[in-house]
């Protein structure tokens, strides 16, 4: 492209958002409205993500020992377990502190323990954590041979309900985030063909003249550009104040719960909503122009 062909671009860009500034603030708030209600579904399903990521590595399994296993064989099976493929840590916890986990867990009504009488039924154990939630069950299905094991329970049930519940959360949150974008782009094209509806008849003599297709879509395809970016602009700025005011609200409330850090994770998304904003601007541009050009 041609230095003197690009100004008049760019200059037919800013003759055009003067002259139809109505038309241009209408598209900018309609970009900006339409990126701000994605962005915040795509903060949603981010966030989701992190907490279904959040809860499978917690997934852990709890290797109980024989009440008479010996202090070697303890040593030796927890050294097995290490070097077993797919194993993150283990972590032994005495029969005493399994007993003082109990009476936190217990509260007010710990006195139910009384009864035994300074007796501690319970086993020494291992906490098996695992690098992947998937291979929660293999591990425990050979843990549980090695000598001097008990069991080795992972709850079986609620971690298969709980990946089921996870996987659902992706995908319904991917098919989402794809519904939004497809809304979003056929508003933004259709509010982008007002504009050039309304110069139906200055593209229609320039194609009498002679003027090749890319002449006429060049200055549209910028024109959506610059809609798009400011609109982007706008939501970027209205998305990074909503998610710090949420944050600030969730973690009054819930200070463990696990939200995506707003550094730099919200740099990040203002990025992707600007320059999604940009794109969609273009092809709304390309898509409004098609029926015009056919003269």
């Known amino acids: 492209m041609k230095l003197r062909t690009s100004e008049y671009f760019i200059r037919e860009v800013l003759i055009s958002l003067r002259r139809n500034n109505w038309m241009s603030f209408a598209s900018v708030g309609t970009v900006a ?14 966030n989701m993500n992190r907490l279904a990521s959040t809860l499978e590595s917690q997934v852990q399994i709890s290797v109980y020992f024989q009440d008479d ?40 009504q710990k006195y139910l323990l009384d009864a035994l009488e300074e007796k501690n039924p319970l086993p020494d154990s291992l906490e098996v954590t695992v690098k992947m939630p998937e291979m929660v069950e293999t591990a425990a299905n050979a843990i549980v041979k090695m000598d001097g094991v008990e069991e ?34 056929f508003i933004i094209s259709n509010t982008i063909r007002l504009t050039v509806f309304a110069r139906r ?68 998304v203002s990025v992707a909503i600007i320059v999604s904003g940009m794109v969609i601007g273009t092809i709304g541009s390309t898509i409004s122009l098609k029926r015009f050009l056919k003269v």
């Not at 990126?35 to 579904?41: K, M, P, S, T, Y």
């Open 69 to 108: 296993i010996k202090d070697s064989v303890r040593d030796k099976v927890e050294e097995d377990i290490l070097e077993m493929q797919g194993i993150e840590s283990v972590k032994y916890v005495s029969k005493d502190e399994a007993m003082e986990r109990l009476k936190e867990r217990l509260g007010d």
């Open 201 to 268: 008849k200055e593209i229609a003599i320039m194609k009498y003249v002679g003027a090749t297709d890319w002449f006429i879509r060049w200055p549209f395809l910028l024109e959506g550009m610059v809609l798009g970016f400011i609109g982007g602009i706008i939501a970027a700025l209205a998305l990074r104040s909503f998610y710090a005011a949420m944050a600030a609200k969730i973690y009054s409330t819930l200070a463990f719960f696990p939200l995506m850090p707003q550094y730099p994770f919200m740099n990040y």
């Open 33 to 46: 409205v339409s990126l701000f209600v994605l962005g915040v579904f795509m903060l949603l399903v981010l």
């Open 152 to 185: 080795a329970k992972y709850g079986q049930d609620v971690v298969e309900h709980l990946f089921d519940i996870t996987r659902l959360m992706r995908i319904f949150g991917l098919a989402l985030m794809v519904l939004l974008a497809g809304a979003t782009l």
